[in-house]
Structure formats: C-alpha cells, structure tokens
C-alpha cells in the first residue's frame, strides 16, 4: 500500500535527507538516480546523438550522471549547462567533476542534430515560471518534435500541483525516486510528464514512517472491497435507498443500476408518487417506494436496515429539504447534483448536517456553486471543501481527487474521456451508495468506486455510454475478488493506513 504513497516536494527532500541519516551517502544516491535515467534511455531507444540538458541543482547532478553512464555505453552525447559549472555545489558538483567531456552553454543550438533529449533541467520543487533561455530551449523541444526523457518530473511542472510554470516539454517518459509526486498525476502536469517510471535508488521503505505521508494515487491495494459473508444474506449486504427525481428519471435509474452492480442487497428508490411507475418499469429487481417530499422519505428511512442514501440525481425541486432529511438519519449520505446547487445561497446550512460519513461529488461548476472560487491544484480544492464541510469531497474531472476531512487524500488517474457522457457521473454516485451499504467508511467507498468507475470506462472505451458502466463491473470485480481460499487482505476500515489511526502519545 505505501508503493501508492504521493510525496509532495517537502516529503521527498525529507525523504533525501533520512535516507543519508541511515547511512545512504548523497553521491550514492544520485549516482543510483543517473543510472536509472541512463537505463530508461537505452531501454526506450536505440543509440543516437543525445542532448543531456543539466540545471545548476541536483536534477542537473543526475544529468551528468546519466550522460557519463550513456557515454560510456557508446551513445554520442552533448551536455549543456544552464549556469557555469564553477557554481555547481554539493553533490551536484562532485558529478560535474567525473564527467569528462565538454560542458557546452545551454541554448536552443543545444538540441541542434540531435535525436533525443534528456530534460534534467528542475525537478519538482521549481519555484517560478521558466523564463530566458531555460524556456526557450524547452519550447524548442516541442517545436522541433524531439522525443525527450526527463528527470524526475518535467522541467516546468510542479511536482505538488501539476501545474506548468510558463512552459514543459511533453515527454515521452519521466524517471522519478522512490515515490511520485501529486503532480505525476494531477492535470496538466500528469500530460507532459508521459510514462512514470519509479526508480529505486535505495531510500529505505521505513523514511515513510517518520513522513506518514497522507495522499495517494488511487487503485487496488488501496482499499479492499466487501464481500459476501458465505452464509450471508441480502440484508447483510444493505439496503440502500435512491431518492429519485420526478422528470429526470433516467439520472436516479442509472444510480440505482450502479449501486446494485457495486454489490448493495437490496436497493429502494423513493420516487414522486406520478412517476412510480416509470421507475418500476425500469428493472424488476428494485423496489419502488412513492414519495412525495421529504416527509415521505423520513417515513421510509425510519426502516433502520435502509442504511445508505442518495439524493440529488435528478433531483430537482424540493431536493434540499430531501438531502436534509437523508442526513438527518446519521446514517452514510451521498450527495449529487442538485442536492449540492440547491445549497448554493446557504452552504452552512448543508455543512452543519453533515459528517465524515457523508460524501459529496460535485463537477467544477458543483464545486463552484458550494464553495466559491477556491484556488490552487484539484488535490488542494478538494481537501479544502472536505475541511469546510467535514465531509468526504468527490472532485470529478479527469483527475478525480478525494479528499477526507482528516487530510487523507487520493487521486485518481484511470479514467479515459469517453467517460464524459450524460449519466456517467449518476453512476459514480450510484456506485458509491453500493459500497456505502455493504459497510465500507466513505473515504474508502469512494476512492474504491472512482477507480471502478475509470476502469470500467477505460475497457469499454469509445462509444461507451453511460448505460454500460454498470454491466461492466461484474467481471471487473470478480478478478478484483480475492480466491475464497486466500486470507483476508487489511482494508480500510482495519489497519489500512488510509483507516482513522489514534493519535500517537
């Protein structure tokens, strides 16, 4: 599970420096980072010349590294310094002095009559937009069309963000240390950066513990999902209820699929008495219950084995007081939609009725509605909102993130565009219910149920519409379910370090 570990800048210079307090010199360290620069590139291309771009920190240290290993290996290499080599400090420095060829300035001639770039300019931590000749040699890179590796992320992405600062190349590839960076995978760095590669470089597993480090990319491994007990019953599976709206019916219907398909035993949709029928015609395995506002539904959740709820597909009016009722039940709420734009003109309204049981999945302009322009990167929106309203926040988009209240955080980075049609976000929340009912905590339930949501997405692929994602979950779980004979794996609600941990004394 710490292999999903996200690292932010911060993270990873602590991360340097523990390694060297166990006893890992700092030249050993980046002689291990240029060689697996230098390993990428000959494992990727065939030998050509190559330009080796080096700035004046420890991301131009593992240049030198690399173009020495690569010379060596009888590839034509041509480095380029950005600053002289007398400022060179450190570490850095001392890989300056075992390369033995010519040091050239670093310009967009650089790149002339070469076939390959090794981008080791900034690392992760760059602190301001490139500028001068740094920007113009990376835009050459792109104008000339020249494939490019580079060195730990992108010159011009931050490694926290994701954002690019002024410009980045697009590179085919990119060598990082020990653990990504949120910027690996938020948008648009996670674009330029291309294929990851995770090198060891021999920074002990055990720095994670002092750095316990409380983002991660999202996948298996990360959460486990439930199971049916051998002698189980659907009533040990849950029972969740859709609050379905009046005219959009097709948004609760396309939730109600989900959150079967996501493993609930039994699924109510509470729908407005004049279209009852429309729901029950849907499929004959849910049940119909008529509503007619929130009362209603208080009536219906007084049932207590009706343990999750969803308002907001579809909702439309009187869907406020509908989301009030649900979170007046304690029990886990997903809240979609309109259950989060009819809160608009009173956001503290929907904030002091929820928990951390709760989940909220706004899209941008959701977002936006709720809790104003917040600025920064989606991880940083997202954990600002779940801090706000102390509950768990589903920010969707390309690079979905989830935020806990207490700061965990998750991104995920499978889900291919032909997800971006009318109902795929019903299903989403459709599918978090599901996992909500079975008895999964919410950060969990929804992390677990965006990465179904994305690789159900990613196999159907082109012209999948929004019908499909539920049909495709069977055979997605079954390989996710472990043999009936293996143990049973930690999961998030038991010693997972995503699972709620007593504070240390």
Not at 116 to 132: C, E, I, S
Request: hydrophobic share 45%.
């Amino acid at each position: 599970m710490m292999g999903l570990a996200l690292l932010s800048v911060e993270q990873m210079y602590r991360a340097d420096r523990a390694a060297m307090d166990l006893g890992v010199p700092g030249p050993v360290l980046m002689e291990a980072a240029g060689w697996a620069v230098a390993r990428e590139v000959r494992r990727r291309w065939s030998r050509r010349p190559t330009a080796v771009l080096c700035g004046p920190g420890n991301n131009g240290g593992d240049g030198f590294v690399a173009a020495r290993l690569l010379e060596r290996a009888g590839w034509p290499v041509r480095l380029s310094l950005l600053g002289e080599p007398a400022a060179l400090r450190g570490d850095a420095a001392g890989a300056a002095a075992r390369w033995r060829g010519p040091v050239g300035p670093l310009t967009p001639d650089s790149l002339d009559g070469c076939g390959l770039v090794v981008d080791a300019l900034f690392g992760a931590g760059l602190a301001r937009p490139l500028d001068g000749v740094s920007r113009a040699v990376i835009e050459a890179i792109g104008i000339r069309g020249l494939p490019c590796l580079a060195v730990d992320v992108p010159s011009g992405v931050h490694g926290d963000s994701g954002r690019v600062m002024g410009a980045a190349p697009r590179a085919a590839a990119t060598v990082t240390f020990f653990r990504r960076k949120p910027g690996h995978l938020l948008l648009p760095g996670r674009d330029a950066c291309g294929d990851v590669v995770v090198a060891d470089i021999g920074i002990p597993d055990s720095v994670l513990e002092e750095i316990a480090p409380r983002t991660f990319a999202n996948a298996p491994g990360l959460w486990t999902l439930p199971a049916p007990a051998p002698a189980g019953h659907k009533y040990g599976r849950g029972h969740a209820v859709v609050a379905g709206g009046g005219v959009m019916t097709g948004a609760g219907r396309l939730a109600a699929r989900g959150a079967r398909r996501a493993g609930a035993g039994l699924l109510t949709v509470a729908a407005p008495p004049e279209a009852a029928a429309l729901y029950a015609q849907d499929a004959p395995g849910i049940i119909v219950a008529p509503a007619d506002g929130a009362e209603a539904l208080r009536r219906l959740l007084a049932d207590p084995r009706k343990n999750a709820i969803l308002v907001g597909p579809g909702g439309g009016g009187g869907v406020a007081d509908l989301a009030l009722a649900a979170l007046g039940t304690g029990r886990p709420c997903v809240l979609d939609a309109d259950a989060l734009t009819a809160f608009r003109e009173r956001p503290g309204t929907l904030f002091s009725a929820l928990s951390a049981s709760c989940v909220l999945t706004p899209h941008d302009g959701e977002y936006a509605a709720l809790f104003g322009d917040v600025p920064g990167s989606r991880l940083e929106r997202a954990r600002a909102a779940a801090e706000r309203s102390g509950a768990v926040v589903l920010l969707k988009g390309a690079d979905t993130t989830i935020a806990a209240p207490d700061g965990r955080a998750a991104i995920n980075a499978n889900a291919p565009p032909d997800l971006a049609t009318a109902g795929s976000g019903d299903v989403l929340a459709g599918l978090i219910l599901g996992l909500l009912a079975q008895g999964m905590a919410a950060f969990p339930a929804a992390a677990a149920a965006a990465w179904l949501h994305g690789e159900a997405g990613r196999r159907l692929g082109p012209g999948l519409i929004a019908e499909d994602i539920p049909d495709a979950l069977p055979s997605l779980l079954r390989e996710l379910r472990p043999p009936a004979s293996a143990p049973p794996a930690s999961d998030l609600q038991g010693d997972s370090v995503l699972a709620e941990r007593p504070a240390r004394s």
